[in-house]
């Protein structure tokens, strides 16, 4: 409140070039006897969903000439306050879209007294809220072009990147999307905000949640350009002031407030990685599992001799960081047969201390994990879905014994299958997101599947899809309070 009479004194200071003065008396004119009803002191609304509409009730009416001003709440002192007051309309009766950032505001009715040119104001609260803080994200590609379809409470924002951004979604398919909190402008800067990094196989986005605004587009998030536009991976470390891409098989960090500088050339990445207390990564030249450790590599110690200088092409791989700290590797040998992993992804474990590799099978060429077409893994235990054409099926790291799960309805072909988990696994959470997610696509139209899965990891069935939508999907996110689920 003490800031807000400031902004009174302010705005009146402001003001008082309109005032008019008796010459007679050399005073200042006393303020008109009149009063507002009608509109309430404090206002909530979604901002880009919303529209303010308020009639107030002015006894003599046409006494008066009316605007509306409104000014953000987030200011500390009159002195170097870079706060802009808005003008929104010069008329009694306001219908305004709110476009306005979420915040507090103060919003105020400026009655001007026509004779004397006094003016009253009359004070409320504007509390400006996004629906964009809980939902489902849906990261797609349609038609060539790469974007959103957030799905709230409310309803659903299709081409949600397009929507907040003048029109414009980003060019080519879609490669992953990802949650990344305590985003900032500057490295100095204390306006930290959730964001939505966005690849397409051209162009790459980084979007603030709250309001949907590109704050980094592909040509501004790099020190140095990349030579070619070839975005591949973006994963979130568990050191989350850093940001890891890959580009054209070569490695990225951002430390956020800054923008993504390259690796040295020590390897050459695969497009696939993992995060654990190290990120885990492939070299192309070596066909070796190394270590991202922020701006530089980490080999892996002597407890991982068989993943280096290997004989086989890494396939699929997932990670689980966190409370569990384990990763799943599967590659393919010459013969055609595979070896399937679980690495223990703790630090000492990654750096040569203990036993590295928790289990290891062989995999038969004729097993479906070696002719699938999406693959994941489950975040609580040593299970792995995985499709064959329109089949799901389900493995274990235990006996690798198949175990057909459901077929899905003829012509839906599988773009997609994640363990969606929120919050992020922790000790004693409770969880309010927890669904093994299958996107398929059919004739232009993606469907999703949020599956329960059982305590033994099997899944559940449904009969209808959770959701659909023009496009194809690569990504599912699940937000709370601005926060989101991490991509496994």
């Given at each position: 409140?003490?800031?807000?009479?400031?902004?009174?004194?302010?705005?009146?200071?402001?003001?008082?070039?309109?005032?008019?003065?008796?010459?007679?008396?050399?005073?200042?004119?006393?303020?008109?006897?009149?009063?507002?009803?009608?509109?309430?002191?404090?206002?909530?609304?979604?901002?880009?969903?919303?529209?303010?509409?308020?009639?107030?009730?002015?006894?003599?009416?046409?006494?008066?000439?009316?605007?509306?001003?409104?000014?953000?709440?987030?200011?500390?002192?009159?002195?170097?306050?870079?706060?802009?007051?808005?003008?929104?309309?010069?008329?009694?009766?306001?219908?305004?879209?709110?476009?306005?950032?979420?915040?507090?505001?103060?919003?105020?009715?400026?009655?001007?007294?026509?004779?004397?040119?006094?003016?009253?104001?009359?004070?409320?609260?504007?509390?400006?809220?996004?629906?964009?803080?809980?939902?489902?994200?849906?990261?797609?590609?349609?038609?060539?072009?790469?974007?959103?379809?957030?799905?709230?409470?409310?309803?659903?924002?299709?081409?949600?990147?397009?929507?907040?951004?003048?029109?414009?979604?980003?060019?080519?398919?879609?490669?992953?999307?990802?949650?990344?909190?305590?985003?900032?402008?500057?490295?100095?800067?204390?306006?930290?905000?959730?964001?939505?990094?966005?690849?397409?196989?051209?162009?790459?986005?980084?979007?603030?949640?709250?309001?949907?605004?590109?704050?980094?587009?592909?040509?501004?998030?790099?020190?140095?350009?990349?030579?070619?536009?070839?975005?591949?991976?973006?994963?979130q470390p568990q050191a989350s002031a850093?940001?890891?891409?890959?580009?054209?098989?070569?490695?990225?960090?951002?430390?956020?407030?800054?923008?993504?500088?390259?690796?040295?050339?020590?390897?050459?990445?695969?497009?696939?990685?993992?995060?654990?207390?190290?990120?885990?990564?492939?070299?192309?030249?070596?066909?070796?599992?190394?270590?991202?450790?922020?701006?530089?590599?980490?080999?892996?110690?002597?407890?991982?001799?068989?993943?280096?200088?290997?004989?086989?092409?890494?396939?699929?791989?997932?990670?689980?960081?966190?409370?569990?700290?384990?990763?799943?590797?599967?590659?393919?040998?010459?013969?055609?047969?595979?070896?399937?992993?679980?690495?223990?992804?703790?630090?000492?474990?990654?750096?040569?201390?203990?036993?590295?590799?928790?289990?290891?099978?062989?995999?038969?060429?004729?097993?479906?994990?070696?002719?699938?077409?999406?693959?994941?893994?489950?975040?609580?235990?040593?299970?792995?879905?995985?499709?064959?054409?329109?089949?799901?099926?389900?493995?274990?790291?235990?006996?690798?014994?198949?175990?057909?799960?459901?077929?899905?309805?003829?012509?839906?072909?599988?773009?997609?299958?994640?363990?969606?988990?929120?919050?992020?696994?922790?000790?004693?959470?409770?969880?309010?997101?927890?669904?093994?997610?299958?996107?398929?696509?059919?004739?232009?139209?993606?469907?999703?599947?949020?599956?329960?899965?059982?305590?033994?990891?099997?899944?559940?069935?449904?009969?209808?899809?959770?959701?659909e939508g023009d496009g194809r999907i690569?990504?599912?996110?699940?937000?709370?309070?601005?926060?989101?689920?991490?991509?496994?």
């Amino acid at each position: 409140m003490k800031q807000f009479n400031i902004l009174v004194i302010l705005l009146i200071s402001l003001l008082a070039f309109s005032c008019q003065k008796d010459d007679s008396t050399d005073a200042t004119n006393p303020l008109p006897a009149f009063e507002v009803g009608g509109i309430a002191d404090t206002i909530n609304l979604f901002t880009h969903q919303d529209t303010l509409r308020l009639s107030p009730a002015v006894a003599d009416e046409k006494l008066y000439d009316y605007y509306w001003t409104n000014i953000s709440a987030n200011f500390v002192s009159l002195i170097g306050n870079q706060n802009k007051t808005d003008t929104l309309a010069f008329t009694k009766d306001i219908s305004y879209p709110v476009m306005l950032d979420p915040g507090q505001y103060y919003l105020v009715l400026n009655i001007r007294d026509k004779k004397t040119g006094v003016v009253k104001l009359k004070k409320m609260i504007f509390n400006v809220s996004t629906l964009n803080n809980d939902g489902w994200y849906l990261i797609k590609d349609n038609n060539g072009k790469t974007d959103i379809d957030f799905i709230h409470k409310r309803g659903r924002i299709d081409n949600w990147i397009a929507f907040y951004n003048n029109g414009k979604s980003l060019e080519g398919h879609a490669v992953k999307g990802l949650f990344a909190g305590g985003m900032r402008r500057t490295l100095t800067s204390s306006d930290l905000y959730g964001g939505l990094i966005v690849l397409s196989d051209k162009d790459a986005g980084i979007y603030r949640v709250s309001n949907g605004v590109e704050t980094y587009a592909y040509d501004s998030m790099f020190f140095g350009k990349p030579a070619n536009r070839r975005p591949q991976n973006v994963f979130q470390p568990q050191a989350s002031a850093n940001l890891m891409l890959i580009n054209d098989n070569k490695a990225y960090c951002m430390n956020k407030g800054a923008l993504f500088t390259d690796l040295p050339q020590t390897y050459k990445p695969s497009q696939m990685a993992v995060v654990g207390a190290m990120d885990l990564g492939w070299d192309l030249n070596t066909k070796s599992v190394f270590c991202y450790n922020g701006t530089a590599y980490t080999g892996l110690g002597s407890n991982a001799t068989e993943l280096k200088n290997m004989n086989a092409d890494l396939t699929w791989m997932a990670g689980f960081p966190g409370v569990r700290s384990v990763a799943f590797m599967l590659f393919k040998l010459p013969d055609g047969n595979g070896v399937l992993y679980k690495l223990n992804t703790l630090y000492g474990f990654l750096l040569g201390s203990g036993a590295l590799i928790m289990a290891r099978d062989t995999i038969a060429s004729s097993h479906g994990l070696m002719n699938a077409g999406m693959i994941a893994g489950n975040y609580d235990a040593d299970y792995i879905y995985y499709s064959i054409g329109s089949d799901i099926f389900m493995t274990d790291i235990a006996t690798a014994t198949e175990r057909l799960q459901f077929t899905l309805p003829a012509g839906e072909v599988v773009t997609d299958i994640q363990h969606v988990k929120y919050p992020v696994p922790a000790t004693n959470v409770v969880y309010t997101a927890d669904y093994l997610a299958i996107a398929t696509y059919n004739q232009g139209r993606y469907k999703v599947w949020l599956h329960r899965l059982s305590s033994t990891g099997t899944i559940q069935p449904l009969s209808q899809p959770t959701f659909e939508g023009d496009g194809r999907i690569n990504t599912v996110i699940y937000m709370e309070q601005g926060q989101g689920s991490r991509v496994f």
